[in-house]
């Protein structure tokens, strides 16, 4: 349909249609602002917290999330904004479950002893996996795992990237990596070479980064996570 003013035909009006310009959650920032988030007070920093061993004292079986999503203003749980940190406490034979939505989980069994069946098999078919005091491992995305309690208490420190992807909107759909156990007297062994070696006393830091065959770019215990 169109109208007229008398003398020549106007833009047409389409009867039923709404044009939209999808300019409405456009924002434009002065540059300063949007390079310096925290400085301007658009984000909170990432607080510095102590978790004290008394955390996982006592209370049994269960999962502690560290949880700081409240002084971050971000969902929680979320130790910071990509990551969540918790401590998972195993009495002697029993067990947890864990299934995160994400694509990373990296435990350091702090005391005690324990096994994680695990629904991925490792490449050599084995599906339960020990661990002791001092033993890290890292379990890939869509690989539920029962953690069960040994002989002695176990304590293990865990970590994930679930609030990275929780931010993302995104779902893990697939393994990047295999379940990988890292020997805690091996990466003992290792750190005392390094540190006996006679360059050693010119580095900026005497350690040892957990690395894997999934991550040959970037020599990390797994795509998102470094240890």
């Known amino acids: 349909m169109s109208a007229t003013n008398g003398t020549s035909p106007s833009t047409p009006l389409l009867i039923g249609r709404a044009d939209e310009d999808w300019t409405g959650d456009a924002v434009f920032a002065e540059y300063s602002e949007a390079a310096d988030p925290i400085g301007t007070g658009a984000i909170a920093p990432v607080p510095i917290r102590t978790f004290p061993a008394a955390l996982h004292h006592g209370g049994g079986t269960r999962l502690v999330p560290l949880d700081l999503s409240a002084d971050l203003g971000v969902p929680g749980p979320a130790t910071s904004p990509g990551l969540l940190a918790a401590f998972c406490v195993l ?14 989980e990296l435990y350091y ?28 491992f890292v379990l890939p995305a869509g690989c539920p795992n029962r953690h069960v309690g040994g002989q002695r208490r176990a304590v293990l420190y865990r970590v994930t990237d679930a609030p990275l992807l929780g931010y993302l909107g995104v779902t893990a759909t697939s393994p990047r990596f295999a379940p990988t156990r890292y020997d805690g007297d091996r990466a003992l062994a290792r750190l005392a070479e390094i540190e006996s070696e006679p360059a050693s006393a010119d580095r900026n830091r005497i350690s ?20």
């Open 91 to 104: 009495e002697p034979g029993e067990a947890i479950i864990t299934e995160p939505e994400a694509t990373s």
């Open 109 to 136: 069994c702090l005391e005690g002893d324990g096994a994680t069946w695990l629904s991925i098999p490792s490449p050599d078919g084995r599906t339960t996996m020990s661990w002791t005091t001092g033993d890290f």
């Open 208 to 227: 040892v980064l957990l690395g894997n065959v999934a991550t040959p770019k970037t020599l990390t215990a797994t795509h998102t996570l470094w240890a």
